[in-house]
């Protein structure tokens, strides 16, 4: 019984995680200013030709597909949305708290060409 109760709080406290870093994650993305993009994610955009007001359709309106922690403490999830022609494009990028950044780490197709 107890560990039924834990398995559900586990489940709610990682929704509530993820909608809290959804909500984030489209907020910065509101403004240009608070997204940076490294030069790996910049080479990707090109190379995967998926363009900048893509990515930001991605970050306002994806999903949140995937969360860790990195060894700064930032969160660093992938958002995820249906883009094009059925195919869907994944944002990875991390969410700097203190400084309302969004930096994008890296852009990608999630099904195979």
Not at 94 to 109: F, P, R, Y
């Amino acid at each position: 019984m107890v560990g039924k109760t834990l398995q559900k709080l586990d489940k709610i406290s990682y929704r509530l995680r993820n909608e809290t870093l959804t909500n984030l994650v489209r907020e910065l993305a509101i403004s240009t200013s608070n997204i940076v993009i490294s030069q790996h994610a910049e080479d990707r955009m090109y190379e995967r030709d998926i363009d900048y007001n893509t990515v930001l359709k991605i970050l306002r309106t994806g999903e949140i597909n995937y969360e860790e922690t990195d060894e700064r403490g930032d969160s660093v999830v992938r958002a995820t949305k249906n883009v094009v022609s059925n195919r869907e494009a994944s944002v990875v990028t991390a969410v700097v708290d203190q400084k309302k950044k969004l930096i994008l780490i890296t852009v990608m197709w999630e099904d195979p060409k």
